[in-house]
């Protein structure tokens, strides 16, 4: 009877986690435009419409028309893309399941329907988009609604930034993809810092994009040399001291114009629908001088092992629980998984309550 009770505690532990699994997977993306049609966010979407691009040419001369998180959807769009997808074994380039859409799209309405997005970096809106509204209520759309941490999370959002910007599959590089191993995320994030509501240094950020940029490597060659990228550049002496715009200003327009905030599905390639995953990257623990606060996105950095010298000399630094990953299910699947788990709490009372009517005997 104990081992019956023992199978009948693994299984209902089961259904929990099914059940949880169920419930984050209410959680969708809505659109670019469902975040910024919002009279709370209009600094926010004149950032992302009008303000990002001309400030990554400005620091960048040598990118194109298609510069900005808006467009990295039409950088699928190259003719070099599809045999990039090739080369990493995706039939499709715009596999919502793929990493080609993962990092150049936001997927939402059943397709990769805009580049890089709010949601793309703050989580899918579905939940928070209407809570968050209310004032100060930053910690419980994060802790109930889906929203990643990434106010003061130093941490969480250069994580985001590097495990796209710089590859973790040698199979791409290959190809012919850019490596990303020059990205300086100390000069890299300013553009996008336009819109932050807190201010960072650049050489901090640069050093930590350094050491998870480090990390990506030695996951996709093992056996290369250390990475030793060039220090940050300084940003403007203005952006360094955190001096707003003033205000009045008027934002420079991208050249050519600014692009639509959700670039539609090009007339090439016919919508694919069906709800769609949440990719999410592997989980992995990181050493504890650097481990993010809980609720950031998940590093791919692995362990850096202690020198072999030092391994007696001093202890192990405590490491922290990786951080929780969220895995979004397709809405069938989450619907079946609300019944197998109703059923499977129906059978643990039944068979329950015929071993107690047994023991009673």
């Known amino acids: 009877m104990a081992s019956t009770l023992r199978l009948l505690a693994a299984f209902a532990c089961v259904l929990v986690h099914a059940t949880a699994l169920s419930a984050q997977s209410a959680f969708k993306a809505v659109g670019p435009n469902e975040c910024l049609n919002c009279h709370d966010h209009e600094n926010e979407r004149t950032w992302y419409e009008k303000k990002e691009i001309p400030e990554v040419q400005r620091l960048f001369p040598d990118k194109g028309a298609n510069a900005g998180h808006i467009n990295s959807l039409k950088q699928l769009e190259t003719p070099k893309s599809k045999e990039f997808a090739a080369a990493i074994g995706l039939a499709d380039k715009y596999d919502l399941n ?37 004032k100060d209520a930053y910690e419980e759309s994060v802790s109930r609604y889906g929203m990643t941490r990434l106010v003061g999370n130093v941490q969480g959002w250069t994580q985001q930034c590097t495990n796209c910007h710089v590859m973790n599959d040698d199979r ?25 509501k807190k201010k960072y240094d650049a050489a901090q950020v640069g050093a930590i994009g350094r050491s998870e940029m480090a ?36 934002p420079g327009a991208p050249q050519g114009g600014a692009p639509s905030v959700e670039s539609r599905t090009p007339p090439d390639r016919p919508s694919r629908a069906g709800p769609a995953r949440r990719v999410t990257r592997p989980d992995v623990r ?76």
């Open 215 to 250: 990390g990506i490597i030695r996951r996709r060659r093992p056996n290369a040399a250390p990475l030793t990228p060039e220090p940050a550049a300084q940003p403007d002496a203005a952006r360094q001291a955190g001096t707003p715009e003033p205000p009045g200003s008027t």
């Open 286 to 361: 990181r050493s504890a001088s650097s481990d993010p606060p809980p609720g950031s996105p998940t590093s791919i950095e692995p362990p850096v092992p202690p020198p072999a010298d030092a391994a007696s000399a001093a202890p192990a630094p405590a490491t922290t629980p990786p951080a929780s990953v969220t895995i979004v299910l397709p809405q069938s699947l989450a619907s079946e998984l609300k019944w197998v788990a109703l059923g499977g709490l129906l059978l643990i009372v039944g068979v329950g309550a015929f071993l107690w009517g047994r023991s009673r005997r």
């Open 172 to 196: 791409l590089i290959k190809a012919g993809h850019p490596p990303g191993d020059d990205f300086d995320l100390g000069k890299r994030f300013q553009p996008v810092s336009i819109h932050f």
């Open 98 to 134: 793929g990493a080609c859409v993962q990092c150049h799209a936001t997927v939402f309405a059943g397709d990769a329907n805009a580049g890089v997005s709010c949601e793309s970096c703050h989580g899918p809106a579905s939940g928070y988009l209407k809570p968050h509204q209310t």
